[in-house]
C-alpha cells in the first residue's frame, strides 16, 4: 500500500476529524453526522481510516475531503441543536475558516439516525443558511437509518437523554419537523435525499417507510442490514461504500434541449 496523501486531523475534545488532501484540499466537502449516543469516528467503522489512506485511488472519492461531525448526546435537548452544529461547520467551511485548510464551494451531507433529523431540521431552517445559498451548494444529501417515524425503543427507560423526545414515535418535535419540512420545500427545494433503511434495523425499522412520506425524498431503499452495520464498512466492496460512491459522483448533466 502507498503512503496516504491525506492528513487526518483529530480533535477528540471537540468531536471533529478531518481528512483532507495534503498538496491542496479538494474543492468539495463531505459532511458526516453520528446519531443517539454515537461517536464522531467510531459509528462509521473503518470509514474515515480508508478514506484517509486510500480515497485517493477511488473516484470520485479523490474529488472530495471530509469531516466527521460529532457531539455529546446528553448536551442535544432537540434536532435544532443538531442543525446549528452542522450550519456553524459549514459556514466555516464555506469560509475557509480555521481549522479547515480551504474554502469549499460544494458540500455532501451523510447522516446516521439521530443526525439524518438534524440534517432535516438544517434543510427548512433557513435562518441558519450561511451563505444564504446553502441548499444551491448542497451536491447530495444521504440519510442511513433515519427514524421516519421514531424510534420504538424511545419509549424504554435507558434512553434518558433529552432529545429522546424527539425519537418517541408521532412524538410532537417529529411532527413538527416533518410539518416544518413538508412546507419549506415546494418554494426552496434541496436535492433529493437518500434514504437506506435496514431489513435488520432493530432501532428505527423500516416498516413505517410505506405510511410516511417526507417532502423531496427519494423512494426508500431497504438493505439487509442491520442499524449500526449499515454505516460501517466490511473493506471496499460493501453497501455503505456504494451509497457513499453515488452521494459523491459527479451529477449528470441535463440534456441539451
Given at each position: 500500500m502507498s503512503l496516504p496523501t491525506r492528513d487526518f486531523l483529530d480533535r477528540t475534545?471537540?468531536?471533529?476529524?478531518?481528512?483532507?488532501r495534503r498538496e491542496q484540499p479538494a474543492p468539495n466537502l463531505a459532511v458526516f453526522l453520528h446519531?443517539?449516543?454515537?461517536?464522531?469516528?467510531?459509528?462509521?467503522?473503518?470509514?474515515?481510516?480508508?478514506?484517509?489512506?486510500?480515497?485517493?485511488?477511488?473516484?470520485?472519492l479523490a474529488d472530495w475531503d471530509y469531516v466527521f461531525l460529532g457531539y455529546r448526546t446528553g448536551a442535544v435537548e432537540c434536532c435544532l441543536d443538531l442543525?446549528?452544529?452542522?450550519?456553524?461547520?459549514l459556514a466555516k467551511a464555506h469560509a475557509g475558516a480555521a481549522p479547515y485548510r480551504g474554502a469549499y464551494a460544494r458540500f455532501a451531507l451523510l447522516g446516521h439516525s439521530l443526525g439524518t433529523l438534524g440534517i432535516?431540521?438544517?434543510?427548512?431552517?433557513?435562518?441558519?443558511?450561511?451563505?444564504?445559498?446553502?441548499?444551491?451548494?448542497?451536491h447530495s444529501i444521504t440519510l442511513f437509518g433515519t427514524p421516519v417515524n421514531g424510534s420504538p425503543l424511545a419509549r424504554f427507560g435507558q434512553w434518558v437523554f433529552p432529545v429522546s423526545d424527539a425519537l418517541r414515535p408521532a412524538s410532537p418535535q417529529l411532527r413538527m419537523l416533518k410539518a416544518w419540512t413538508d412546507s419549506s420545500y415546494q418554494p426552496r427545494r434541496w436535492p433529493a435525499p437518500r434514504v437506506l433503511l435496514g431489513l435488520e434495523d432493530q432501532v428505527v425499522g423500516h416498516k413505517f417507510a410505506d405510511l410516511v412520506n417526507w417532502a423531496g425524498d427519494e423512494p426508500a431503499r431497504l438493505e439487509s442490514l442491520g442499524h449500526s452495520a449499515m454505516v460501517k464498512p466490511t473493506g471496499w466492496d460493501c453497501t455503505v461504500v456504494d451509497y457513499l460512491v453515488q452521494a459523491l459522483s459527479p451529477l449528470p448533466v441535463p440534456a441539451a434541449r
Open positions: 475534545a471537540d468531536h471533529w476529524a478531518y481528512i483532507v446519531g443517539y449516543t454515537g461517536d464522531y469516528l467510531g459509528t462509521w467503522g473503518r470509514l474515515p481510516h480508508m478514506l484517509y489512506e486510500e480515497a485517493d485511488a477511488h473516484p470520485p442543525a446549528r452544529r452542522l450550519a456553524t461547520e432535516r431540521q438544517l434543510l427548512c431552517a433557513s435562518v441558519l443558511h450561511t451563505p444564504p445559498t446553502l441548499l444551491e451548494q448542497l
